[in-house]
């Protein structure tokens, strides 16, 4: 049974900084995609970030230079370390995994966790 366990997120001033990790449990971690998908009120889901079974990152332009995302191998887990947030990224962040098949993490990965709210004011 696989389970994406998330936490972090919270509220924030703008130019202020938060950090959201994600566990992962019930799979074969090393071998699999992760990363971060976001979601505001009538908006698209955007992918945030993403790093592959090789640590090779992608980013969302919009997050390019603000965000990093990391993998803790030990500890099973993502991290996404979330520097000079803007109010346009209020959302609420999902963490997701799929296997890797070579070519990143999908638009549509296969598993999801429950949602973390952020919110800029």
């Known amino acids: 049974h696989v389970q994406l366990v998330e936490s972090g997120g919270g509220s924030v001033q703008a130019g202020g900084s938060l950090r959201l990790s994600c566990a992962a449990r019930g799979y074969t971690y090393d071998t699999y995609c992760m990363g971060w998908f976001r979601q505001a009120p009538a908006k698209e889901r955007e992918r945030v970030a993403s790093?592959?079974?090789?640590?090779?990152?992608k980013y969302a332009d919009s997050v390019k230079g603000r965000f990093t995302i990391t993998r803790d191998n030990a500890k099973h887990s993502i991290l996404l370390l979330m520097n000079n947030l803007q109010v346009e990224d209020t959302a609420t962040y999902f963490c997701?995994?799929?296997?890797?098949?070579?070519?990143?993490?999908?638009?549509?990965?296969?598993?999801w966790g429950q949602g973390t709210q952020v919110t800029v004011s």
């Open positions: 790093i592959d079974s090789e640590q090779k990152t």
């Open positions: 997701a995994a799929e296997p890797d098949y070579g070519y990143g993490l999908g638009t549509h990965p296969q598993y």
